[in-house]
């Protein structure tokens, strides 16, 4: 994979993992009362991947060496692309569940009995790097693609079945949350690729990530599934990685921005049209990553944030130059 995808979005993490969850716009509509949730299943890119890279033999996309985890509970790195807990950490303790782990972690002869608790309250699908398409991070072994993710949830879903039987895994799953979080690097891809580019112009790209999206979500929906929680692409322009090539004076690359917009089009276009094809069996919350990104760069303050320009951890100009390893920098008040 490029690997200048995982250390862009690391700053996003931050970001995620720092937003007040007090206040999600559209939560409770998609959940009803919080504590009514028994069980989140994430799906998702390196701002919800809680490990499951480090299970991947031939990855390069890791975030299990210090700095990252500096802030996480016992101060070690847990394969998450963040200094703590991240977005999907911090939405399992809003409703008083413990924290998704990895799904790749589950696997194995002597976890039968983790895998069954997890089953039942969340499990964390997710994979730093990983796309809507299944592009060539899959091919080499980095990432697991959002098609992989649901395959992997299928195995979940069938244990669940076994475990609380068919009607009670459907009273289970209606009640429960799934969340998404993808797009980022679908983008990426583009960014970096002529062939691309020259195949599909943006409109036409991101109109085929939101139908790809779809199917997914349909898949998911078949199981039982009936509250998702999905989150729209953030300002990718406005990365550290972005701004450090983009001019002299670090300015967001707006047309990378722009593109996102598109996306974000076209993804809350076919979530309405999703939910009008399932007839309203489908309940979901959209959160819009790009105005709350948008609105902390512009307002730091209000927000409690000295600098919204470079990443945390790394080396070079605004910090961006290399990934945050345990060689570079970071610092010193993550909460600024």
């Not at 898949?219 to 701004?243: E, N, Y």
Request: charged residues 20%; positive net charge.
């Amino acid at each position: 994979m490029p690997t200048n995808k995982t250390p862009s979005l690391t700053i996003y993490s931050l970001f995620l993992g720092l937003l007040w969850f007090d206040y999600f716009p559209g939560l409770e509509a998609a959940t009803g009362k919080l504590g009514s949730v028994p069980g989140v299943y994430v799906f998702g890119d390196s701002l919800v991947d809680a490990g499951n890279n480090n299970y991947l033999a031939f990855s390069v996309s890791k975030a299990n060496y210090p700095h990252n985890g500096v802030d996480f509970p016992g101060k070690r790195p847990t394969g998450r692309f963040s200094n703590g807990k991240n977005a999907a950490d911090a939405i399992a303790e809003k409703f008083g569940l413990p924290l998704p782990p990895p799904y790749l972690s589950l696997r194995g002869l002597f976890k039968e009995k983790r895998r069954k608790s997890a089953a039942v309250t969340g499990v964390n699908f997710a994979s730093g790097g990983a796309g809507i398409f299944n592009s060539s991070d899959q091919k080499l072994g980095q990432a697991i693609p959002l098609s992989h993710q649901v395959n992997h949830w299928l195995s979940i879903h069938r244990q669940l079945t076994n475990q609380l039987g068919p009607a009670e895994t459907q009273i289970h799953l209606s009640k429960s949350l799934f969340t998404v979080v993808i797009g980022s690097n679908d983008l990426f891809d583009y960014f970096g690729s002529f062939k691309l580019r020259r195949k599909n112009n943006p409109q036409q790209y991101t109109q085929l990530m939101a139908d790809k999206l779809k199917e997914q979500l349909k898949r998911i929906h078949d199981t039982g599934a009936r509250r998702f929680l999905v989150v729209g692409v953030a300002q990718i322009g406005c990365t550290p990685g972005k701004r450090e090539k983009n001019s002299a004076i670090h300015e967001c690359d707006e047309e990378a921005n722009t593109w996102c917009s598109l996306y974000n089009e076209a993804l809350v276009k076919m979530l309405q049209q999703l939910k009008q094809e399932l007839q309203s069996s489908i309940t979901y919350s959209y959160f819009d990553n790009f105005k709350s990104l948008h609105d902390i760069i512009s307002n730091p303050a209000r927000y409690g944030f000295a600098d919204v320009t470079s990443a945390c951890c790394g080396n070079g100009k605004l910090n961006a130059d290399t990934p945050c390893l345990p060689i570079t920098r970071y610092c010193s008040d993550r909460t600024k």
